[in-house]
C-alpha cells in the first residue's frame, strides 16, 4: 500500500544524515528505491553501500549542493528514465548563528536558495508528475523557529514559515489528484548536524527528538496533511502563531539563548 502510493523511487534532498538517513532507511524497508542528495560524498556513498548491501532497493547518489543553479538540471539527470513517487525536502539547517546584517548578503543568499528556491524547485518539477500520475507525496521539513522571527537565524526562521506555507496550499491543490503533501515540522531533533553546531542536547526544557521518531511521526501523518509538529508540539505551535508577535519573537529569542548560550 505505502510503496503503491510513493513508490517506487523516493527522492531524498538531504538524504546521509540525521532524520534524512532515517527516512532513507525506512523508505527502504518497505521496498522503496531511492535517489539520495548530499554534498559529501563519504556519509551519502556510506548510507547507500549499507542499504544496497541488504539488497532489497535500488540506490542512486548524487553528490549535490543544492544551493548552486545548476541543481534542478543535476536532479532531473539523476533520475531519468524512473518514476518519483515521494520526494522528501530534508535539507536546510544553518551551519552558524549571527545577526542578519553580520553575514554577507552572499551567505544569506546562499540560505534563501536552500530554505526556499530549492524546495520550490523541486516541489513544482515532481509535484507535476506525480500530479499527471495521479499517485504521490511531498514531504517539507520545517522548524518551529518557522513560527516566528527567529534572532540570529532570520533567514532559516523566515524560510520555514514559506516552508510551511507552500506545504499547505500545495496540501489543498493536490488533495484531489491523490498526492499527500506535509509540512513535518521539527523542534531540536539529536543529528549530526547539531553535533557541528555544539547545540545543547541536554536542556530540560527543549529534550530533543530522536531522528526515527520524526521519520515515523513524519510518515504516520503523511496521509492526512498538511502540517504535523513533531514531538507533540502542536500546542507550542498554537502558542507561536496566535502569540501578540513581539511575545512570540522575544520567546524565540529565549529559547535560542538556552540552546547556543
Ligand atoms: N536538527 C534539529 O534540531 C532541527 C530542528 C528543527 C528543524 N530541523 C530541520 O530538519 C532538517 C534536517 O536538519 P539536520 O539537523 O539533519 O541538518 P542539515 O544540515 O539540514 O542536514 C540534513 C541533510 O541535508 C544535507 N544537506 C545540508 N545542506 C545541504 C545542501 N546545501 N545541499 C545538499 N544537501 C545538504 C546533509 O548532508 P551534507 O551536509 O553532506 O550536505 C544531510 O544529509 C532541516 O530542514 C532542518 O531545518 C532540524
Redesign the pocket.
Known amino acids: 500500500m505505502f510503496a503503491e502510493q510513493y513508490g517506487p523511487w523516493a527522492l531524498i ?9 532515517s527516512f532513507a532507511l525506512k523508505l527502504a524497508a518497505q521496498g522503496i528505491n531511492l535517489v539520495l ?4 560524498a563519504e ?2 556513498e556510506a548510507l547507500a553501500g549499507q542499504i544496497r548491501k541488504a539488497g532489497a532497493v535500488q540506490v542512486r547518489t548524487l553528490v ?4 548552486e543553479s545548476d541543481m534542478l538540471e543535476r536532479v532531473k539527470a539523476a533520475t531519468a528514465g524512473i518514476n518519483v513517487g515521494l520526494m522528501i ?7 552558524h548563528f549571527s545577526p542578519f546584517l553580520d553575514d554577507t548578503v552572499d551567505e544569506t543568499m ?1 540560505m534563501v536558495r ?2 526556499v528556491v ?1 524546495p520550490t524547485m523541486l516541489a513544482h518539477h515532481f509535484g507535476d508528475a506525480m500530479r499527471r500520475r495521479e499517485r504521490g507525496g511531498i514531504i517539507l ?5 518557522g513560527y516566528a522571527g527567529a534572532p540570529d537565524e532570520i533567514v ?1 526562521s523566515a524560510g ?1 514559515a514559506y516552508s510551511r506555507t507552500l506545504a499547505e496550499g500545495l496540501w489543498y491543490e493536490l488533495k484531489p489528484h491523490n498526492v499527500h503533501v506535509l509540512g513535518l ?10 553535533d557541528r553546531l555544539g ?1 545543547n542536547m541536554n536542556n530540560p526544557e527543549f529534550p ?2 530522536e ?1 526515527d521518531a520524526v521519520a515515523d511521526e513524519g510518515f504516520a501523518h503523511l496521509a492526512e496533511g498538511p502540517i504535523w509538529n513533531v514531538g507533540g508540539k502542536a500546542e507550542a505551535a498554537r502558542f507561536m502563531s496566535s502569540a501578540p508577535r513581539a511575545e512570540a519573537v522575544g520567546f524565540m529569542a529565549k529559547g535560542a539563548k538556552d540552546l547556543h548560550g
Open positions: 534532498a538531504g538524504g546521509s544524515e540525521g532524520v534524512g538517513e542528495v548530499a554534498r559529501k556519509p551519502l549535490q549542493d543544492l544551493t525536502y530534508n535539507a536546510g539547517s544553518v551551519s546562499r536552500l530554505g530549492a521539513v520545517g522548524s518551529m523557529a532559516y520555514k515540522i521539527m523542534g531540536l531533533t539529536r543529528t549530526p548536524a547539531m547545540l530533543p527528538d531522528p
